[in-house]
């Protein structure tokens, strides 16, 4: 380990010097909690879904004459985006904005593939997947001026 000299603190990574945390506002650290509700949201209604005996044959099942695990794995991965850039923001990391927005544009393409299903079926999730669409477009907004310059 390198000598440290006053003010240094702990070394990052391979020795490097460990990065300043960046300065997000109120409004991204807000839609970073959001991320995370709606990551850990969206994983536990797909495990709920297969546990409750909805995929008969498993990740061979059809809906619509497509197999539904690549939606299931497309939404696994939205989620795991939101998961990862709420952690990012609420952690002052520079990756955390880019994850978000990633994150955000799939909440914003699930929400309308959703609708798009749901309001002729009148399922009772239309008003989830409104809120999400919703909540995606603000959530733009949000981090749009959610970090400090």
Do not use: C
Not at 29 to 53: N, P
Not at 116 to 126: E, I, K, R, Y
């Amino acid at each position: 380990m390198p000598f440290l000299t006053s003010g240094q603190g702990r070394p990052g990574v391979f020795g490097r010097p460990r990065r300043r945390p960046v300065a997000y506002t109120w409004s991204a650290k807000s839609v970073a909690v959001l991320l995370l509700v709606e990551g850990v949201g969206i994983l536990v209604y797909w495990a709920r879904f297969y546990l409750e005996g909805n995929l008969p044959g498993g990740l061979h099942t059809l809906s619509g004459g497509s197999y539904i695990a690549f939606h299931i794995a497309a939404e696994a991965a939205v989620a795991l985006a939101a998961m990862a850039g709420g952690l990012g923001i609420l952690r002052g990391r520079e990756w955390g904005m880019a994850a978000s927005l990633v994150a955000v544009g799939g909440l914003l393409y699930t929400g309308i593939n959703s609708l798009s299903w749901s309001l002729p079926a009148g399922d009772t999730l239309t008003g989830v997947f409104g809120a999400v669409t919703g909540l995606a477009l603000v959530s733009l907004v949000g981090l749009y001026f959610g970090r400090r310059r």
